[in-house]
């Protein structure tokens, strides 16, 4: 072997002859990209205007009316990609970004909205990215600071209240003041909260809150009736159902000689906690509705709703206490009655013999009440002037649309829209838009909203696994909750 | 040479100042530094702009999102001396990295001195057990977080073969870290089994036979020759175990998670002070605080690592 040692010069050479040889290699292997050309028919929907005489003074009316159309071109969705994190609608020199947390399947309903939005305006392309939402702010914020933010985002209405007054949203007035978003066409709780200093912030898209999803078989195996709910179940009738529905391997149900709760079958009920929402219903909030800023956790109205929280694990034995996949469960036929939002509606398309039911989430407190959000358009201040008008029109378009209500199953907060058939159709909305009439007004009072459940949630969860007693947990919390309220309060 | 022969000689040319010798010397040096120059520069950018920003940002109050925030001076690192949460996830940190960095040295250094044997089949056991190494935190905390599920976990499933009950390892508060840990020993003893065989390896074996010789036993000899040699290799295992495990956040994060309605676990048990930090940050609009938080844990992991050269820093010589 050669004992001449390399000289600095030599090796600067032959790394660099080197680097280029496997640069030029790796360029090599490169897939050829081959450009197919897409030839699509859809049918879409189109809103065609019809002149009509109508004793002799003509009047304008519009027409729903249904076509098939041949669309092609490279830019072109054939059919929305469902796995795809990124895609395109149209293929127009106007490029708008949209970015949202869409990833399940009522996002693919957002993408055909948009589509039909490009069908109808050549001239725009929307490049949409759907991120989950555990991600989406960890993406969002550091892209809106760098000044490479999306065009159009969502944000929900808790998230809208921080960012509001932060001074980056644009003020959404003229889209409602020019009559394309009637004001009064939209459930005005809702509206406001979207407001700041008076100006409309976001553009609601939906108005989805709590259902409890039902295994029809599983209502059947007890010999309940599933049948449409006049009122929600209250709090001893709610308790009696789930223990009728929870059964251990030897077919007992809590309460009943030799019930084993360590080896329980199916469970009757799952999917979180409301305890917030139970306490609602007691008249009692998280933190003080007047502005005095006061953490409300140790009221009698709040410790009663995570008692009873807890109870439902440790003294009925109708929820689970461990770490429960509840949404698997349901699919395995272990759970009888899965708690979870609007969105759940979608699940069920990808379980097409399961036996679906819904019903009211129930009246655990004093009063009627259920927890409501809202998914929200917004479009940034520093929005460039040329794409301004256009992602006014796509605002005014998704926000018009039956598809978001009536396919991906979110209740609308506009009436003129929850009036269109096919929401009647679809087997879970009815209900929802009926029970929007009890929505808990949201507590804005305060500022720093997602800091205070930080604190609070950790010390729910403890009371919940039966780690400290309910008033205890809720001591604590409020001894972390009141210095984040001083503080934010007083900025 | 005459005075008069040199005066005679031409003056030397000077470039930008310099004489024909330091243009020499500086034409020998110019490869050292472009060689590090690519370095340096993804050096200076990523990580001491960061840094400096870093600090910056933790004299300012800033929500990320507002374009002008307030600076505020001192009162971030005012407010960290009277936050219970950080100096209860720095108990939680400093308690996760000692039983960790405990349990992966001793795990490496015994899988190091088992697989230095010479015997059939070692290579594919040094494999073997470096291969969860080459996973991803996130691969190793899901696979985890299934393995310890209360009600459906293959853990629990082998207790119960023995009799033994469901253990709440990602809920029971007492179990909490622990659980975390395991996951973290699983997934990292591989990379100090690694630095101890190299270690091992640098030991004269002259020692060993003179101490066999002398009628040391096996016990003796790791005792009072392989642990001592084996000084510098520890000190950088447990250096670098440390440092790695007080900024622990994808095992935590990954395998219990902020929102824990569904995994069950409670309180603020499994938070480091890294996820403290990032839930401040990103989550809680608090980027100012957060920088803060970070240049604290800075100064505990820097004191930390100098006891461990204070302890461990002698070189012994035999």
């Known amino acids: ?391 006014k029109k796509l605002t005014v378009h998704i926000h018009s649309s039956h598809l978001w209500a009536s396919e991906a199953g979110m209740p609308t907060p506009r009436a003129s829209v929850a009036a269109h058939p096919q929401i009647a159709e679809n087997w879970a909305l009815p209900m929802q838009l009926r029970q929007q009439a009890w929505i808990n007004k949201p507590n804005r009072s305060y500022p720093c909203g997602t800091e205070i459940s930080g604190v609070l949630n950790p010390e729910i969860a403890a009371a919940l696994n039966n780690e400290k007693e309910p008033l205890q947990a809720m001591q604590d919390a409020a001894a972390r909750m009141q210095p984040i309220l001083d503080r934010c309060c007083r900025a | 040479m005459t005075s008069t022969e040199l005066e005679a000689q031409p003056a030397a040319r000077t470039w930008f100042g310099m004489d024909r010798q330091e243009r020499q010397r500086i034409a020998k040096q110019l490869p050292n530094y472009l060689f590090i120059l690519p370095f340096l520069v993804a050096f200076l950018l990523f990580t001491v702009y960061p840094v400096l920003f870093g600090a910056w940002m933790s004299l300012h109050d800033w929500d990320i999102i507002s374009k002008a925030p307030p600076m505020i001076g001192l009162a971030n690192y005012e407010e960290l001396l009277h936050d219970d949460l950080w100096w209860l996830t720095l108990r939680q940190t400093l308690q996760y990295a000692l039983q960790t960095v405990l349990s992966v040295v001793s795990m490496g250094l015994v899988t190091a001195l088992i697989t230095f044997q010479d015997f059939r089949g070692r290579g594919w056991f040094r494999v073997i057990y470096y291969f969860p190494v080459t996973m991803s935190v996130a691969v190793v905390a899901l696979a985890w977080q299934w393995l310890l599920n209360t009600d459906y976990g293959l853990v629990n499933y082998a207790l119960s073969l023995f009799g033994i009950g469901k253990v709440r390892w990602l809920q029971a508060p007492a179990l909490m870290l622990p659980s975390l840990s395991i996951a973290s020993l699983w997934g990292s003893f591989g990379f100090p089994m690694l630095i101890f065989l190299a270690g091992l390896s640098d030991i004269p074996p002259h020692l060993y036979d003179a101490a066999q010789v002398d009628g040391a036993n096996g016990w003796q000899r790791f005792w009072k020759i392989t642990l001592p040699l084996l000084r510098p290799t520890l000190l950088f295992v447990l250096v670098t175990q440390f440092i790695g495990r007080l900024q622990e956040f994808g095992i935590p994060y990954t395998m219990v998670g902020i929102t824990t309605q569904y995994t069950g676990a409670s309180g603020f048990h499994h938070w480091t002070v890294i996820v403290y930090l990032f839930q401040t940050a990103w989550h809680w609009y608090r980027m100012g605080y957060g920088s803060a938080l970070a240049f604290a844990l800075a100064v505990v992991i820097v004191v930390i690592t100098m006891i461990q050269f204070r302890l461990l820093g002698r070189r012994l010589q035999y």
């Not at chain 1, 991600?135 to 933010?149: M, R």
Request: aromatic share 10%; net charge negative.
């Open chain 1, 1 to 391: 072997m050669s004992t001449q040692s390399l000289s600095r010069r030599t090796f600067l050479r032959r790394a660099t002859v080197l680097g280029a040889g496997l640069t030029a290699a790796l360029a090599g292997c490169q897939p050829q990209v081959v450009e197919v050309e897409k030839i699509v028919t859809q049918e879409v929907e189109k809103i065609v205007k019809e002149t009509v005489v109508v004793e002799g003074t003509p009047q304008v009316v519009e027409k729903v009316v249904k076509e098939t159309v041949v669309v092609e071109g490279e830019g072109l969705m054939a059919k929305a990609d469902e796995s795809a994190i990124v895609s395109a609608a149209g293929s127009g020199s106007v490029v708008i970004e949209y970015w949202n947390g869409l990833t399940g399947e009522d996002g693919i309903t957002m993408l055909k909205i948009c589509q039909q939005f490009t069908e109808q305006n050549p001239d725009v392309t929307i490049k949409t990215q759907r991120i989950p939402w555990g991600n989406y702010f960890d993406k969002l914020l550091p892209a809106i600071v760098a000044g490479a933010g999306p065009d159009f985002f969502i944000l929900h209405r808790g998230e809208l209240h921080e960012w509001k007054p932060k001074g980056v949203l644009m003020n959404l007035d003229e889209l409602f003041d020019s009559g394309e978003l009637p004001r009064d066409d939209f459930n005005q709780v809702i509206l406001e909260d979207c407001m700041h200093e008076g100006h409309i912030m976001g553009v609601p898209l939906d108005s989805y809150g709590p259902v409890l999803w039902l295994n029809l078989d599983l209502l059947e195996k007890a010999g309940i009736t599933y049948e449409e709910e006049e009122e929600p179940m209250d709090r001893t009738k709610f308790l009696e159902t789930m223990t009728a529905l929870t059964w251990d391997v030897n077919g007992k149900h809590p309460g009943e000689s030799g019930f084993d709760p360590d080896n329980v079958d199916i469970w009757g009920y799952g999917g979180g906690n409301n305890v917030g929402t139970f306490a609602q219903q007691n008249g009692v909030y998280s933190v003080s509705t007047d502005g005095s800023c006061k953490a409300q956790v140790t009221e009698e109205g709040f410790v009663d709703a995570l008692t009873f929280e807890r109870d439902l694990r440790w003294k009925y034995y109708v929820q689970s206490s461990g770490d429960f996949a509840a949404d698997q469960a349901l699919a395995a036929g272990k759970l009888s009655v899965f708690y979870n939002g609007s969105w759940f509606y979608n699940w069920f398309k990808e379980y097409p013999d399961f036996r679906p039911g819904v019903w009211y989430f129930p009246t655990i407190g004093q009063n009627k009440g259920v927890w409501n959000d809202s998914h929200c358009h917004v479009l940034p201040l520093d929005l460039e002037a040329d794409l301004l008008d256009w992602c």
